[in-house]
């Protein structure tokens, strides 16, 4: 029987429950060896003001910190490693990078097939090319990648998160907005993209399994949303480089500037995008062939140098 780990952060189980149903059609085909990554100390869930801004710099940057010890056997020969991750700041979240940057996943990942699960609000293509980097680094080769996001508009869904992660609580916030997350038909629409991957493994052939997952939209693409972000994330790193002058996670001495950069991004949001993305608009046309040529790529597994 083939074997195949997966690696999955989640804090409210969105990101769990949805590669349950991505990996369901394996049940009983392969041999599934589960790892939920554990930091120390945990992230709070729900999110308390400063500690969810504190954990901005960290995630940028890609610093690793500490996880509990694995519980599965590393010496194992899997043949397919399944990374299931949400975003965190345009980023993959610090237990993500903790674990892609241990010798354990040098020696688990070396020379194998990895598809990654992401389950974000909906801006997450710079955290995959830096996903993307960690796996070449590691030695894994990636050949798939399913997206699974909030469809509501920019604005309500930034309202709707904050809601959720600040108080645990995955409702409509007073009756007037939207459930936040995922849908739950997308979360069990996700079992559709088992089929291609358990014929990928039984076949022990992954060249063409992205195409496949692609025909099934496990990836789909906003050229605005994928501008305003790629912007924002050089500015992300300027703000982390200047707040992490002042110390690392948990320091008080940060806290002013992370309430700087608090303040910054809600303005930016609410004030600076939607014209942002008026602009975009208006000037899409001419950029149209590039922006394709972009598209494309971001829904690949390719990486480029
Ligand atoms: C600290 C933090 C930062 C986040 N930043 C982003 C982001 O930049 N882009 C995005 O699409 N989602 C972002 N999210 C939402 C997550 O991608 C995810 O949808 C949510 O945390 C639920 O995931 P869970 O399975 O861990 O509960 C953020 C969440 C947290 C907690």
Request: proline share 7%; glycine share 4%.
């Amino acid at each position: 029987m083939k074997k195949v780990l997966v690696i999955t952060y989640s804090q409210s189980g969105q990101l769990d429950e949805i590669v349950e149903n991505v990996i369901s059609p394996l049940q009983g085909k392969a041999e599934i060896v589960y790892e939920k990554l554990k930091p120390v100390p945990p992230f709070p869930f729900p999110w308390k003001d400063i500690s969810f801004w504190d954990a901005m710099p960290e995630s940028v940057e890609m610093i690793p910190a500490t996880l509990e010890p694995f519980k599965f056997d590393p010496g194992e020969k899997y043949d397919l490693i399944i990374l299931g991750y949400p975003i965190w700041f345009l980023s993959p979240p610090i237990p993500l990078t903790t674990f892609l940057k241990s010798e354990t996943a040098r020696k688990v990942l070396n020379d194998k097939p990895v598809v990654t699960v992401i389950g974000a609000r909906n801006m997450w293509v710079s955290a995959q090319e830096d996903i993307k980097k960690m796996i070449a680094e590691a030695g894994g080769k990636l050949k798939g990648n399913i997206v699974l996001h909030d469809r509501h508009n920019n604005l309500s869904s930034v309202v709707t998160i904050i809601y959720w992660m600040m108080t645990g609580k995955k409702e409509r916030y007073l009756s007037v907005f939207p459930k936040p997350g995922i849908s739950d038909e997308d979360i069990a629409g996700a079992v559709r993209f088992g089929n291609p991957i358990l014929a990928a493994l039984n076949n022990n052939n992954w060249d063409s399994l992205q195409e496949e997952l692609l025909k099934l939209k496990a990836v789909e693409a906003y050229p605005s949303v994928i501008s305003m972000e790629r912007k924002a994330k050089r500015i992300f790193r300027v703000w982390s480089r200047f707040i992490r002058k002042k110390g690392g996670p948990g320091e008080k001495a940060r806290e002013t500037r992370l309430k700087m950069f608090k303040w910054y991004l809600l303005f930016v949001i609410f004030a600076v995008s939607p014209i942002a993305t008026l602009v975009f608009y208006l000037t899409y046309p001419f950029f149209f062939l590039k922006i394709k040529r972009k598209m494309k790529y971001f829904k690949s597994v390719t990486l480029n140098q």
